[in-house]
T-cell receptor, first 113, second 113 residues
Framework: KNQVEQSPQSLIILEGKNCTLQ??????????LRWYKQDTGRGPVSLTI?????NTKSNGRYTATLDADTKQSSLHITASQLSDSASYIC????????????FGTGTRLTVIP | DADVTQTPRNRITKTGKRIMLECSQT?????MYWYRQDPGLGLRLIYY???????NKGEISDGYSVSRQAQAKFSLSLESAIPNQTALYFC????????????FGEGSRLTVL
């Protein structure tokens, strides 16, 4: 069964600190993995995409990693800011099937001053 | 102006009423989707459409119907709303490429009393 699990469900950190969010998946055959950021009351927005051949990709203070062998991805946020407070959703695409997107339930990150 | 526009943004209604949520997009994408988001459950697919003549059920289509009036318009209807349809609803679009990036609207918050 194709599934995406994220941890932790929620996280509170101090401004300026780093944090890492986890995404484990069982989706097969794997096509790509995206991390989305969803601010409160807004729609999700894509942060980064990881394909099978990519291990690491950065987008400013956000760095995503992918281990296709263990089917794990992480999103590392460096020097957190108050504006990083949001939900982060991991979405994995399969190569097959018309409806080929599988969603994690998200990690709710709160950055406090 | 937003690329994906949803109306209304907020709606309160009573059990048994018919409700329509509308979505329009200026991205020129063929693919459109309706998702609902509930706390702890993440985003779940209700219906999707890959072109004007193509309508497909998602994982939670019971109690919902859709209409694809044009490439740019995709509406979601609740024929007889019930309280457990209280949720945040998102319309999304994507291009017909392998990356599968979704572009979301701002969401429609529906409360059924």
């Amino acid at each position: 069964k194709n599934q995406v699990e994220q941890s932790p469900q929620s996280l509170i950190i101090l401004e300026g600190k780093n944090c890492t969010l986890q995404c484990n998946y069982t989706v097969s055959p794997f096509s790509n993995l995206r991390w989305y950021k969803q601010d409160t009351g807004r729609g999700p927005v894509s942060l980064t995409i990881m394909t099978f051949s990519e291990n690491t990709k950065s987008n400013g203070r956000y760095t995503a990693t992918l281990d296709a062998d263990t089917k794990q991805s992480s999103l590392h946020i460096t020097a957190s800011q108050l504006s990083d407070s949001a939900s982060y959703i991991c979405v994995v695409s399969s190569q097959t099937g018309a409806n080929n997107l599988f969603f994690g339930t998200g990690t709710r990150l709160t950055v406090i001053p | 102006d937003a690329d994906v526009t949803q109306t209304p943004r907020n709606r309160i209604t009573k059990t048994g009423k018919r409700i329509m949520l509308e979505c329009s997009q200026t991205k020129g994408h063929d693919r459109m989707y309706w998702y609902r988001q509930d706390p702890g459950l993440g985003l779940r697919l209700i219906y999707y459409s890959f072109d004007v003549k193509d309508i497909n059920k998602g994982e939670i289509s019971d109690g919902y119907s859709v209409s694809r009036q044009a490439q740019a318009k995709f509406s979601l209807s609740l024929e007889s709303a019930i309280p457990n349809q209280t949720a945040l609803y998102f319309c999304a679009t994507s291009d017909a490429d392998h990356t599968g990036e979704l572009f979301f609207g701002e969401g429609s918050r529906l409360t059924v009393l």
